[in-house]
DNA sequence: TAGATTGTTAATCGATTAACAATC
DNA sequence: TAGATTGTTAATCGATTAACAATC
Protein backbone atom coordinates (compact mmCIF):
# COMPACT_ATOMS: atom_id res chain seq x y z
CA UNK A 1 0.00 0.00 0.00
CA UNK A 2 1.96 3.07 -1.64
CA UNK A 3 0.32 6.67 -1.25
CA UNK A 4 -1.44 7.36 -4.63
CA UNK A 5 -2.32 3.57 -5.26
CA UNK A 6 -6.00 3.18 -5.39
CA UNK A 7 -7.57 1.87 -2.29
CA UNK A 8 -8.62 -1.38 -2.25
CA UNK A 9 -11.99 -2.96 -2.54
CA UNK A 10 -11.61 -4.89 1.28
CA UNK A 11 -10.62 -1.52 2.49
CA UNK A 12 -14.04 0.23 1.14
CA UNK A 13 -16.30 -2.17 2.63
CA UNK A 14 -15.06 -1.79 5.76
CA UNK A 15 -15.31 2.27 5.96
CA UNK A 16 -19.04 2.00 6.49
CA UNK A 17 -18.68 -0.41 9.87
CA UNK A 18 -15.88 1.52 11.07
CA UNK A 19 -18.30 4.42 10.48
CA UNK A 20 -21.25 2.61 12.72
CA UNK A 21 -19.32 0.85 15.68
CA UNK A 22 -17.28 5.09 16.09
CA UNK A 23 -21.31 6.42 15.88
CA UNK A 24 -21.97 4.03 18.56
CA UNK A 25 -19.34 5.10 20.45
CA UNK A 26 -19.93 8.31 20.39
CA UNK A 27 -23.17 8.24 21.14
CA UNK A 28 -22.07 6.38 24.53
CA UNK A 29 -19.70 9.18 25.24
CA UNK A 30 -16.15 7.79 24.68
CA UNK A 31 -13.80 10.27 23.69
CA UNK A 32 -10.64 8.16 22.74
CA UNK A 33 -10.14 4.72 21.40
CA UNK A 34 -6.98 3.01 20.51
CA UNK A 35 -6.61 0.81 17.37
CA UNK A 36 -6.43 -2.34 19.76
CA UNK A 37 -9.61 -1.76 21.44
CA UNK A 38 -11.80 -0.51 18.53
CA UNK A 39 -9.99 -4.32 16.92
CA UNK A 40 -11.37 -6.32 19.92
CA UNK A 41 -14.58 -4.78 19.73
CA UNK A 42 -15.14 -5.46 15.73
CA UNK A 43 -13.56 -8.58 16.04
CA UNK A 44 -10.48 -7.38 13.81
CA UNK A 45 -6.79 -6.64 14.09
CA UNK A 46 -5.55 -3.79 15.29
CA UNK A 47 -2.92 -3.77 12.71
CA UNK A 48 -5.74 -3.72 10.05
CA UNK A 49 -7.60 -0.81 11.39
CA UNK A 50 -4.59 1.36 11.62
CA UNK A 51 -3.60 0.06 7.91
CA UNK A 52 -7.10 0.88 7.05
CA UNK A 53 -7.21 4.35 8.17
CA UNK A 54 -3.60 5.36 6.78
CA UNK A 55 -4.89 4.51 3.35
CA UNK A 56 -6.53 7.91 3.96
CA UNK A 57 -4.79 9.71 6.51
CA UNK A 58 -3.05 10.04 9.86
CA UNK A 59 -5.83 10.63 11.98
CA UNK A 60 -4.37 9.18 15.15
CA UNK A 61 -2.07 10.44 17.95
CA UNK A 62 0.97 8.67 19.02
CA UNK A 63 0.65 6.93 22.53
CA UNK A 64 -2.78 8.14 22.83
CA UNK A 65 -5.13 6.69 20.21
CA UNK A 66 -7.97 7.83 17.94
CA UNK A 67 -10.81 10.90 19.16
CA UNK A 68 -13.80 8.94 18.56
CA UNK A 69 -15.60 12.08 17.48
CA UNK A 70 -12.56 13.73 14.98
CA UNK A 71 -12.67 10.21 13.25
CA UNK A 72 -16.27 9.80 12.62
CA UNK A 73 -16.57 12.49 11.18
CA UNK A 74 -13.49 11.86 8.94
CA UNK A 75 -15.10 8.37 8.00
CA UNK A 76 -18.19 10.53 6.95
CA UNK A 77 -16.06 12.94 5.25
CA UNK A 78 -14.24 10.29 3.20
CA UNK A 79 -17.46 8.51 2.29
CA UNK A 80 -18.70 11.52 1.19
CA UNK A 81 -21.72 11.53 2.89
CA UNK A 82 -22.08 14.78 3.12
CA UNK A 83 -23.17 14.60 -0.37
CA UNK A 84 -27.24 15.23 -1.56
CA UNK A 85 -26.98 12.60 -5.25
CA UNK A 86 -30.45 13.55 -6.41
CA UNK A 87 -31.87 9.87 -6.90
CA UNK A 88 -34.57 7.84 -8.43
CA UNK A 89 -36.35 4.90 -7.21
CA UNK A 90 -37.93 2.40 -9.96
CA UNK A 91 -40.33 -0.16 -8.78
CA UNK A 92 -42.46 0.34 -6.26
CA UNK A 93 -43.33 -3.00 -5.40
CA UNK A 94 -43.25 -4.52 -2.07
CA UNK A 95 -39.21 -3.93 -1.83
CA UNK A 96 -39.37 -1.13 -3.31
CA UNK A 97 -41.66 0.68 -1.17
CA UNK A 98 -39.52 -0.64 1.97
CA UNK A 99 -36.41 0.56 0.44
CA UNK A 100 -38.08 3.94 -0.44
CA UNK A 101 -39.39 3.83 3.25
CA UNK A 102 -36.87 2.40 5.65
CA UNK A 103 -33.39 3.94 3.96
CA UNK A 104 -32.12 6.99 5.75
CA UNK A 105 -31.01 8.18 2.28
CA UNK A 106 -30.43 11.68 3.25
CA UNK A 107 -27.61 10.41 5.78
CA UNK A 108 -26.15 8.59 3.36
CA UNK A 109 -25.56 11.09 0.86
CA UNK A 110 -28.31 10.67 -1.60
CA UNK A 111 -31.42 12.34 -1.31
CA UNK A 112 -34.89 10.22 -3.21
CA UNK A 113 -36.29 12.55 -5.78
CA UNK A 114 -38.86 10.62 -7.43
CA UNK A 115 -40.42 7.13 -7.63
CA UNK A 116 -41.48 5.18 -10.86
CA UNK A 117 -43.42 2.36 -11.63
CA UNK A 118 -45.24 0.88 -14.16
CA UNK A 119 -48.65 -0.86 -12.72
CA UNK A 120 -51.29 0.51 -13.23
CA UNK A 121 -52.26 -0.39 -9.59
CA UNK A 122 -49.50 1.50 -7.99
CA UNK A 123 -49.31 4.48 -10.02
CA UNK A 124 -50.77 7.60 -8.12
CA UNK A 125 -50.26 6.29 -4.51
CA UNK A 126 -48.47 7.96 -2.20
CA UNK A 127 -44.67 6.99 -0.69
CA UNK A 128 -43.27 8.96 1.86
CA UNK A 129 -44.12 12.15 0.61
CA UNK A 130 -43.97 11.40 -3.24
CA UNK A 131 -46.32 10.68 -5.80
CA UNK A 132 -45.74 7.00 -7.59
CA UNK A 133 -45.29 8.48 -11.49
CA UNK A 134 -45.45 6.56 -14.41
CA UNK A 135 -42.61 5.20 -16.09
CA UNK A 136 -43.44 6.00 -19.26
CA UNK A 137 -42.84 9.99 -17.94
CA UNK A 138 -39.26 8.75 -16.95
CA UNK A 139 -37.33 9.99 -19.90
CA UNK A 140 -39.35 13.53 -19.40
CA UNK A 141 -38.56 13.83 -15.81
CA UNK A 142 -34.61 13.10 -15.84
CA UNK A 143 -34.73 15.57 -19.03
CA UNK A 144 -36.09 18.32 -16.45
CA UNK A 145 -34.74 17.26 -12.60
CA UNK A 146 -31.01 15.12 -14.51
CA UNK A 147 -30.97 12.29 -11.53
CA UNK A 148 -27.65 10.86 -10.96
CA UNK A 149 -28.47 8.05 -9.25
CA UNK A 150 -31.36 5.14 -9.66
CA UNK A 151 -32.11 2.42 -6.92
CA UNK A 152 -33.64 -0.50 -9.17
CA UNK A 153 -36.10 -2.93 -7.26
CA UNK A 154 -37.88 -3.92 -10.50
CA UNK A 155 -37.49 -7.67 -11.86
CA UNK A 156 -34.48 -8.95 -14.34
CA UNK A 157 -36.52 -8.82 -16.79
CA UNK A 158 -37.94 -5.22 -16.95
CA UNK A 159 -34.04 -3.61 -15.85
CA UNK A 160 -33.15 -5.67 -18.99
CA UNK A 161 -35.69 -3.35 -20.60
CA UNK A 162 -35.03 -0.50 -19.04
CA UNK A 163 -31.53 -0.59 -18.67
CA UNK A 164 -30.49 1.29 -22.21
CA UNK A 165 -33.21 4.17 -21.06
CA UNK A 166 -31.29 4.55 -18.13
CA UNK A 167 -28.10 5.01 -19.54
CA UNK A 168 -29.26 7.27 -21.99
CA UNK A 169 -30.79 9.25 -19.84
CA UNK A 170 -27.56 9.93 -18.32
CA UNK A 171 -27.83 7.87 -14.83
CA UNK A 172 -24.45 6.14 -14.54
CA UNK A 173 -24.67 5.04 -10.88
CA UNK A 174 -26.96 2.09 -9.58
CA UNK A 175 -27.78 0.76 -6.79
CA UNK A 176 -29.26 -2.78 -7.85
CA UNK A 177 -31.73 -4.70 -5.93
CA UNK A 178 -32.45 -6.65 -9.74
CA UNK A 179 -30.53 -9.96 -11.00
CA UNK A 180 -29.53 -8.32 -13.60
CA UNK A 181 -25.75 -7.54 -14.27
CA UNK A 182 -25.83 -4.24 -15.11
CA UNK A 183 -21.88 -3.69 -14.71
CA UNK A 184 -21.68 -6.34 -17.47
CA UNK A 185 -23.70 -3.94 -20.09
CA UNK A 186 -22.38 -1.09 -19.74
CA UNK A 187 -18.40 -0.10 -19.27
CA UNK A 188 -18.74 3.40 -17.40
CA UNK A 189 -20.81 2.78 -14.71
CA UNK A 190 -21.22 2.39 -10.62
CA UNK A 191 -22.81 -0.70 -9.89
CA UNK A 192 -23.46 -1.60 -5.74
CA UNK A 193 -25.69 -4.87 -6.37
CA UNK A 194 -27.41 -5.85 -3.12
CA UNK A 195 -28.26 -9.88 -4.05
CA UNK A 196 -30.68 -11.42 -1.23
CA UNK A 197 -31.43 -14.41 -2.65
CA UNK A 198 -27.80 -14.49 -2.97
CA UNK A 199 -27.31 -14.23 0.37
CA UNK A 200 -29.71 -16.10 1.87
CA UNK A 201 -28.34 -19.11 -0.43
CA UNK A 202 -25.30 -18.41 0.94
CA UNK A 203 -26.43 -18.65 4.22
CA UNK A 204 -27.78 -22.23 3.69
CA UNK A 205 -24.83 -23.07 2.72
CA UNK A 206 -23.31 -22.45 5.75
CA UNK A 207 -26.08 -23.72 7.58
CA UNK A 208 -25.64 -27.14 5.28
CA UNK A 209 -22.17 -27.30 5.82
CA UNK A 210 -21.73 -26.16 9.48
CA UNK A 211 -19.49 -28.24 11.63
CA UNK A 212 -21.48 -30.58 13.72
CA UNK A 213 -21.66 -29.57 17.45
CA UNK A 214 -22.63 -32.48 18.81
CA UNK B 1 -6.12 -25.63 -2.11
CA UNK B 2 -5.67 -28.95 -0.85
CA UNK B 3 -8.80 -32.02 -0.39
CA UNK B 4 -10.16 -31.51 2.81
CA UNK B 5 -9.32 -27.70 3.61
CA UNK B 6 -12.36 -25.83 4.35
CA UNK B 7 -13.82 -24.01 1.86
CA UNK B 8 -13.06 -20.08 1.83
CA UNK B 9 -15.99 -17.67 1.65
CA UNK B 10 -14.87 -15.79 -1.34
CA UNK B 11 -15.30 -18.86 -2.88
CA UNK B 12 -18.65 -19.69 -0.90
CA UNK B 13 -19.99 -16.31 -2.26
CA UNK B 14 -19.34 -16.65 -6.08
CA UNK B 15 -21.59 -20.07 -5.54
CA UNK B 16 -24.98 -18.13 -5.60
CA UNK B 17 -23.87 -16.42 -8.67
CA UNK B 18 -22.85 -19.34 -10.73
CA UNK B 19 -26.02 -20.70 -9.80
CA UNK B 20 -28.14 -17.97 -11.28
CA UNK B 21 -25.72 -17.79 -14.45
CA UNK B 22 -26.58 -21.32 -14.96
CA UNK B 23 -29.79 -21.13 -14.21
CA UNK B 24 -30.55 -18.70 -17.02
CA UNK B 25 -28.11 -20.90 -19.18
CA UNK B 26 -29.97 -23.78 -18.76
CA UNK B 27 -32.82 -21.43 -20.02
CA UNK B 28 -31.86 -19.90 -23.16
CA UNK B 29 -31.38 -23.98 -24.00
CA UNK B 30 -27.35 -24.05 -23.39
CA UNK B 31 -26.51 -28.32 -22.89
CA UNK B 32 -23.18 -27.05 -22.33
CA UNK B 33 -20.11 -24.65 -21.72
CA UNK B 34 -16.52 -24.25 -21.90
CA UNK B 35 -14.55 -22.80 -18.40
CA UNK B 36 -13.31 -20.10 -20.93
CA UNK B 37 -17.01 -19.05 -21.92
CA UNK B 38 -18.66 -19.14 -18.74
CA UNK B 39 -15.40 -16.89 -17.35
CA UNK B 40 -16.38 -14.19 -20.56
CA UNK B 41 -20.08 -14.17 -19.46
CA UNK B 42 -19.22 -13.78 -15.84
CA UNK B 43 -16.21 -11.29 -16.02
CA UNK B 44 -14.27 -13.65 -14.27
CA UNK B 45 -10.93 -15.93 -15.23
CA UNK B 46 -11.91 -19.58 -16.84
CA UNK B 47 -9.19 -20.17 -14.02
CA UNK B 48 -10.96 -18.67 -11.20
CA UNK B 49 -13.99 -21.19 -12.03
CA UNK B 50 -12.10 -24.41 -12.39
CA UNK B 51 -10.31 -23.66 -9.54
CA UNK B 52 -13.61 -22.61 -7.55
CA UNK B 53 -15.58 -25.85 -8.69
CA UNK B 54 -12.93 -28.23 -8.26
CA UNK B 55 -13.35 -27.59 -4.45
CA UNK B 56 -16.24 -29.31 -4.78
CA UNK B 57 -15.71 -32.35 -7.15
CA UNK B 58 -14.33 -32.52 -10.78
CA UNK B 59 -17.84 -31.41 -12.59
CA UNK B 60 -16.37 -31.28 -16.36
CA UNK B 61 -15.30 -33.36 -19.02
CA UNK B 62 -11.66 -32.82 -20.46
CA UNK B 63 -12.46 -31.32 -24.13
CA UNK B 64 -16.12 -30.90 -23.89
CA UNK B 65 -16.39 -28.65 -20.88
CA UNK B 66 -19.50 -28.15 -18.37
CA UNK B 67 -23.28 -29.69 -18.96
CA UNK B 68 -25.01 -27.03 -17.84
CA UNK B 69 -28.37 -28.60 -16.33
CA UNK B 70 -25.63 -31.24 -14.59
CA UNK B 71 -23.78 -28.49 -12.92
CA UNK B 72 -26.15 -26.45 -12.25
CA UNK B 73 -27.89 -29.00 -10.17
CA UNK B 74 -24.55 -30.10 -8.74
CA UNK B 75 -24.40 -26.48 -7.33
CA UNK B 76 -28.04 -26.33 -5.92
CA UNK B 77 -26.96 -29.42 -4.02
CA UNK B 78 -23.68 -28.33 -2.61
CA UNK B 79 -25.71 -24.64 -1.53
CA UNK B 80 -28.03 -27.55 0.40
CA UNK B 81 -30.52 -25.53 -1.54
CA UNK B 82 -32.74 -28.86 -1.76
CA UNK B 83 -33.14 -28.59 2.32
CA UNK B 84 -36.34 -26.86 3.98
CA UNK B 85 -35.21 -25.40 6.93
CA UNK B 86 -38.11 -23.79 9.25
CA UNK B 87 -37.27 -20.35 9.53
CA UNK B 88 -39.62 -17.50 11.53
CA UNK B 89 -39.41 -13.92 10.78
CA UNK B 90 -39.22 -11.15 13.24
CA UNK B 91 -40.46 -7.79 12.56
CA UNK B 92 -42.97 -7.05 10.14
CA UNK B 93 -42.51 -3.31 9.31
CA UNK B 94 -41.44 -2.29 5.91
CA UNK B 95 -38.64 -4.36 5.34
CA UNK B 96 -39.62 -7.20 6.78
CA UNK B 97 -42.98 -7.23 4.94
CA UNK B 98 -40.90 -7.00 1.84
CA UNK B 99 -38.84 -9.74 2.56
CA UNK B 100 -41.08 -11.88 3.94
CA UNK B 101 -43.68 -11.62 0.68
CA UNK B 102 -40.53 -11.11 -2.07
CA UNK B 103 -38.24 -13.77 -1.08
CA UNK B 104 -38.85 -17.44 -2.89
CA UNK B 105 -37.90 -19.22 0.61
CA UNK B 106 -39.00 -22.36 -0.70
CA UNK B 107 -36.82 -22.08 -3.57
CA UNK B 108 -33.18 -21.46 -1.41
CA UNK B 109 -33.51 -23.80 1.09
CA UNK B 110 -36.00 -22.24 3.38
CA UNK B 111 -39.84 -22.40 4.67
CA UNK B 112 -41.19 -19.40 6.55
CA UNK B 113 -43.70 -20.71 9.05
CA UNK B 114 -44.00 -17.37 11.24
CA UNK B 115 -44.33 -13.97 11.35
CA UNK B 116 -43.90 -11.83 14.77
CA UNK B 117 -43.73 -7.88 15.42
CA UNK B 118 -44.69 -6.40 19.18
CA UNK B 119 -46.46 -3.74 17.74
CA UNK B 120 -50.43 -3.71 18.37
CA UNK B 121 -51.18 -2.26 14.88
CA UNK B 122 -49.59 -4.98 13.26
CA UNK B 123 -50.41 -8.41 15.08
CA UNK B 124 -52.99 -9.75 13.56
CA UNK B 125 -52.42 -8.89 9.72
CA UNK B 126 -52.28 -10.60 7.06
CA UNK B 127 -48.43 -11.29 5.36
CA UNK B 128 -49.00 -14.22 2.52
CA UNK B 129 -50.75 -16.27 4.49
CA UNK B 130 -49.65 -16.06 7.59
CA UNK B 131 -50.75 -14.03 10.48
CA UNK B 132 -48.44 -12.03 12.14
CA UNK B 133 -47.99 -13.04 15.76
CA UNK B 134 -47.32 -10.78 19.15
CA UNK B 135 -43.68 -11.63 19.84
CA UNK B 136 -44.71 -11.92 23.46
CA UNK B 137 -45.88 -15.47 22.34
CA UNK B 138 -41.99 -16.21 20.70
CA UNK B 139 -40.98 -18.73 23.59
CA UNK B 140 -44.34 -20.85 23.31
CA UNK B 141 -44.11 -21.05 19.70
CA UNK B 142 -40.39 -21.87 19.84
CA UNK B 143 -41.16 -25.07 21.81
CA UNK B 144 -43.91 -26.76 19.87
CA UNK B 145 -42.29 -25.87 16.43
CA UNK B 146 -38.61 -25.79 17.00
CA UNK B 147 -37.49 -23.13 13.86
CA UNK B 148 -33.86 -23.33 12.83
CA UNK B 149 -33.70 -19.72 11.26
CA UNK B 150 -34.38 -16.37 12.29
CA UNK B 151 -35.37 -13.80 9.75
CA UNK B 152 -34.32 -10.44 12.06
CA UNK B 153 -35.78 -7.24 10.57
CA UNK B 154 -36.01 -5.17 13.57
CA UNK B 155 -34.17 -2.22 14.84
CA UNK B 156 -31.07 -2.48 16.43
CA UNK B 157 -31.70 -2.23 20.02
CA UNK B 158 -34.41 -5.23 19.73
CA UNK B 159 -32.45 -7.27 18.63
CA UNK B 160 -30.49 -6.44 21.27
CA UNK B 161 -32.95 -7.11 23.46
CA UNK B 162 -34.21 -10.34 21.83
CA UNK B 163 -30.70 -11.92 21.02
CA UNK B 164 -30.79 -13.71 24.39
CA UNK B 165 -34.39 -15.05 23.99
CA UNK B 166 -33.50 -16.32 20.79
CA UNK B 167 -30.69 -17.83 21.24
CA UNK B 168 -31.98 -19.43 24.70
CA UNK B 169 -35.08 -20.84 22.24
CA UNK B 170 -32.06 -22.49 20.57
CA UNK B 171 -32.38 -20.51 17.38
CA UNK B 172 -28.56 -20.74 15.86
CA UNK B 173 -28.95 -19.46 12.20
CA UNK B 174 -29.66 -15.85 11.58
CA UNK B 175 -30.31 -13.98 8.22
CA UNK B 176 -29.78 -10.39 9.57
CA UNK B 177 -30.96 -6.96 8.87
CA UNK B 178 -30.37 -5.15 11.57
CA UNK B 179 -27.12 -3.52 12.64
CA UNK B 180 -26.86 -5.40 15.51
CA UNK B 181 -23.68 -7.53 15.37
CA UNK B 182 -24.96 -10.96 16.41
CA UNK B 183 -22.15 -12.59 15.88
CA UNK B 184 -19.37 -10.79 17.74
CA UNK B 185 -22.01 -12.03 20.95
CA UNK B 186 -22.42 -15.31 20.54
CA UNK B 187 -19.56 -18.18 19.75
CA UNK B 188 -21.81 -21.18 17.65
CA UNK B 189 -23.82 -18.66 15.74
CA UNK B 190 -24.06 -18.54 11.98
CA UNK B 191 -24.98 -15.16 11.06
CA UNK B 192 -25.08 -13.66 7.39
CA UNK B 193 -25.68 -10.10 7.43
CA UNK B 194 -27.54 -8.15 4.78
CA UNK B 195 -26.34 -4.20 5.57
CA UNK B 196 -28.37 -2.28 3.50
CA UNK B 197 -26.86 0.94 4.63
CA UNK B 198 -23.39 -0.30 4.52
CA UNK B 199 -23.97 -0.90 0.75
CA UNK B 200 -25.79 2.51 0.32
CA UNK B 201 -22.79 4.18 1.67
CA UNK B 202 -20.36 2.35 -0.27
CA UNK B 203 -22.21 3.09 -3.00
CA UNK B 204 -21.67 6.73 -1.96
CA UNK B 205 -17.90 6.24 -1.71
CA UNK B 206 -17.54 5.00 -4.79
CA UNK B 207 -19.26 7.85 -6.35
CA UNK B 208 -17.67 10.60 -4.59
CA UNK B 209 -14.38 8.86 -5.41
CA UNK B 210 -15.02 8.02 -8.71
CA UNK B 211 -12.37 8.77 -11.68
CA UNK B 212 -13.44 11.76 -13.81
CA UNK B 213 -14.97 11.29 -17.33
CA UNK B 214 -13.91 14.76 -18.51
C1' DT C 1 -5.56 -39.31 -34.03
C1' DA C 2 -5.81 -34.19 -33.33
C1' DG C 3 -8.11 -30.57 -30.92
C1' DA C 4 -10.15 -28.94 -27.01
C1' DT C 5 -10.69 -28.26 -22.37
C1' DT C 6 -10.42 -29.98 -17.96
C1' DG C 7 -8.08 -30.78 -13.27
C1' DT C 8 -4.17 -29.50 -10.83
C1' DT C 9 0.32 -27.74 -9.75
C1' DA C 10 3.27 -23.68 -9.73
C1' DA C 11 3.81 -18.60 -9.93
C1' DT C 12 2.03 -14.24 -8.93
C1' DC C 13 -0.43 -10.99 -6.80
C1' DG C 14 -2.83 -8.71 -3.09
C1' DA C 15 -4.41 -8.44 1.59
C1' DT C 16 -3.59 -9.27 6.37
C1' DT C 17 -0.67 -9.58 10.27
C1' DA C 18 3.52 -8.74 12.82
C1' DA C 19 7.14 -5.86 14.23
C1' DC C 20 9.22 -1.72 15.43
C1' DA C 21 10.95 2.94 15.08
C1' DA C 22 8.79 7.45 15.59
C1' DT C 23 6.55 10.40 18.69
C1' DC C 24 2.91 12.13 21.57
C1' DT D 1 11.18 11.07 31.21
C1' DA D 2 8.60 6.61 30.74
C1' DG D 3 4.60 4.46 28.81
C1' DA D 4 1.56 4.04 25.28
C1' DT D 5 0.16 3.81 20.80
C1' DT D 6 0.53 5.35 16.30
C1' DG D 7 2.29 5.18 11.31
C1' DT D 8 4.83 2.37 8.40
C1' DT D 9 7.86 -1.19 6.78
C1' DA D 10 8.65 -6.16 6.46
C1' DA D 11 6.87 -10.94 6.76
C1' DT D 12 3.20 -14.00 6.18
C1' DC D 13 -0.72 -15.72 4.53
C1' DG D 14 -4.39 -16.55 1.25
C1' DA D 15 -6.54 -15.90 -3.15
C1' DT D 16 -6.11 -15.40 -8.04
C1' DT D 17 -3.93 -16.31 -12.29
C1' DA D 18 -0.96 -18.84 -15.37
C1' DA D 19 0.76 -22.97 -17.17
C1' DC D 20 0.56 -27.57 -18.53
C1' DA D 21 0.05 -32.52 -18.27
C1' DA D 22 -3.92 -35.59 -18.34
C1' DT D 23 -7.65 -37.09 -20.98
C1' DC D 24 -12.07 -36.86 -23.25
Redesign the interface.
Known amino acids: MHKGDP?SMSV??R???Y??FLSELQQNGTVRISSRELAQ???LTASQIRQDLNCFGGFGQQGYGYLVNHLYREIGT????N?I?PTILIGA???G???A?????EQ???ELTAIFDHSKRIIGHKIRHMVVQDIATLTAYCQTHSP??AVLCLPKDSVQELAETLYDNGLR?F?NFS?YDL??KFE?V?V?N?????????????????PE?E
Not at 78 to 81: E, F, Q, S, Y
Not at 101 to 105: C, R
Not at 195 to 210: G, P, Q, V
Request: glycine share 6%; proline share 2%; hydrophobic share 45%.
Open positions: IIRLPRYRRMGILGLHYGNLRAVTHMAFRGFQVFWHAMDIEVHLSDSLMTLCYRITNAK
